[in-house]
């Protein structure tokens, strides 16, 4: 499977460079200099986990994407949901399933309405990461993982075929049958903490 991880920052990275680093087909949408920086430098992971340098990983500015792909992992801010959207439009072909990370559930109606809900997985994580000013990410415990699967219905051919590609990544994945509720547990948990 062919999966575009939109943006190589804290979340993104960690994931996107644990699955390069297991050997998936992966490639990070970023900005011009984030480009820069990870040609030079590398995608760098400091992890209680096992720190990783990952050299030349594989990245595409917005305006050169040509042909879909097969996952879109989203992990981004929800203030630059558009903006994302824009960038990555182009890598979404009928079969694309998307994934995002973010926190809440807004963005489920945003997605839905650019891409069509067949198209949109519900996805949430967990990772207590950052990025330092250098680009060094950061994995502050050992906790990661995620969980994703189709709204509202069970666990498909799709969600299992994307399961048996995240698994064995240096971190657990898994599909689940009732995403939305642990996407509402997650959302529920960061209210309290704020």
Not at 179 to 192: D, N, P, S
């Amino acid at each position: 499977m062919r999966i575009l991880v939109i943006g190589a920052g804290a979340t993104g990275g960690y994931f996107g460079g644990r699955l390069l680093q297991a050997g998936r087909d992966v490639t990070f949408l970023v900005r011009p200099k984030r480009a820069e920086l990870l040609a030079r430098n590398g995608l760098v992971i400091k992890s209680p986990v096992g720190d990783v340098t990952l050299k030349n990983p594989p990245t595409i500015l917005a305006e050169k994407i040509t042909t879909p792909f097969d996952v879109i992992i989203l992990s981004c801010k929800a203030y630059d949901l558009d903006s994302a959207i824009a960038s990555f439009a182009a890598a979404v072909g009928p079969d694309t399933a998307i994934i995002p990370f973010l926190n809440g559930m807004k963005h489920l109606d945003v997605l839905d309405a650019k891409f069509g809900i067949d198209r949109v997985m519900g996805g949430q994580c967990q990772v207590a990461a950052m990025l330092d000013a250098e680009g060094v990410i950061h994995q502050l415990t050992p906790m990661h993982a995620m969980s994703f699967g189709e709204r509202g219905k069970p666990k498909g051919d799709r969600a299992k075929r994307i399961e048996a590609t995240l698994q064995g990544a240096m971190f657990d994945a898994k599909a689940s049958d009732v995403i939305t509720q642990e996407m509402y547990e997650k959302w529920v948990f960061l209210a309290t903490l704020a």
